[in-house]
């Protein structure tokens, strides 16, 4: 059975940008990008890296230094729907692993988020010998409070971490004066001196790590992709129903004797006839019934849809996109860690995180 966990909001800065971002906790699936309309920000493999020029090198930080500052969530045309949802499905009480997924309980909540990005100046030097890399951390903080008609509740998540930019890589050839400071008189470099050697190419220039407190550590690789002009794109229609993105897991919608397939829904359309006409019996149907009766629909179906419809009526100038995930088809991984407790009766086994940064135009003009 498996164990879905999935959060987004949109979040507005007092100043200029609009921070939107959707991520997704599931066993099963691989993260998908579309390269055909986004370009990654990763330099061409021909284009020689810059040479180590000495210990006072400063951060870079790509496009997370757009970050900087405190992000709140808010709805400026509804204050008792704050644009921000999460959707979970829990182990309920009395259950175990070999239960049916019917047995699993929905959770579906709106919340105010608080994220707090800090820069850190100076740049995190790793040294790998003719290969060197100065890494640039931003320090995050995460609060999430319940929203319920416009009050403000109890705290439901915290989450403290780093996001890490990875793109500045440069060599550092030995010369005389490094081979005396590292070697001495006695040993030798492996390389002559001026050689560059093998350079390393490196698959991501985004990383982030993050403690949970349920009990899972994550890190999480992948990359930016350059300024696009215009609004991010999401779907419309029958495009709305993909296994990728919906709080529906395949093996939730388990077919017992007697279901009815539920095939394919258009979410920008009314809930399907069939709910609520499900006959109360424990089947995988039955379960799903109450994903699409939720007072939330569409989004407690797919909670990216929020996203897509906050920014609907927004003038975006442009915007950048971060891709990441903790496991990939090939290549270097990130991963998760769990505590014995979430490992033995509820792991979470992959992490993905879309994030978009957007330059929106106000009715004055102002960015």
């Keep these: 059975i498996s164990e879905r966990q999935s959060a987004h909001a949109q979040v507005l800065s007092s100043s200029q940008h609009t921070l939107s971002f959707y991520f997704s906790l599931t ?80 959770l579906c909540e709106n919340y105010i988020e608080e994220l707090t990005f800090e820069l850190i100046p100076d740049g995190v030097r790793n040294r790998g010998g003719a290969n060197e890399q100065y890494v640039g951390a931003v320090e995050y903080n995460q609060k999430i409070n319940l929203w319920t008609d416009g009050t403000k509740g109890k705290g439901i998540h915290k989450e403290t971490g780093m996001f890490m930019y990875l793109g500045d890589m440069y060599t550092h050839p030995v010369d005389e004066e490094t081979r005396q400071e590292d070697l001495g008189s006695i040993f030798r470099p492996d390389m002559p001196l001026g050689h560059n050697g093998e350079r390393f190419i490196t698959h991501y220039n985004i990383c982030r790590s993050g403690t949970i407190p349920h009990g899972s550590t994550i890190q999480l690789l992948g990359r930016d992709y350059l300024p696009k002009d215009g609004k991010p794109k999401f779907p419309t229609g029958i495009d709305t129903w993909d296994d990728d993105h919906l709080t529906i897991d395949p093996s939730m919608a388990v077919m017992l004797p007697g279901d009815e397939p539920i095939g394919r829904v258009d979410l920008d359309e009314s809930r399907p006839a069939w709910v609520g006409n499900v006959p109360d019996e424990p089947t995988g149907q039955k379960y799903i019934e109450r994903v699409f009766a939720h007072n939330m629909y569409p989004y407690s179906v797919r909670p990216d849809m929020c996203l897509r419809d906050a920014i609907k009526d927004q003038n975006i100038k442009k915007f950048s996109f ?46």
């Design 27 to 106: 066993p099963l699936n691989i993260m998908k990008v579309n390269e055909g309309q986004l370009k990654p920000d990763l330099p061409p493999y021909k284009e020689d890296p810059p040479v180590w020029d000495g210990p006072d090198r400063k951060a870079k930080f790509g496009v997370l230094e757009q970050l900087a500052g405190t992000w709140v969530n808010y709805n400026p045309t509804d204050n008792k729907f704050n644009l921000g949802l999460h959707t979970t499905s829990l182990p309920s009480a009395g259950t175990n692993s070999e239960s049916m997924p019917g047995l699993f309980h929905f």
């Design 322 to 367: 971060v891709d990441m995930g903790s496991r990939f088809k090939a290549n270097p991984q990130g991963g998760v860690l769990n505590t014995p407790m979430v490992q033995q009766h509820c792991p979470v086994t992959e992490v993905k995180f879309r994030l978009w940064i957007e330059t929106v135009i106000e009715e004055d003009g102002e960015e």
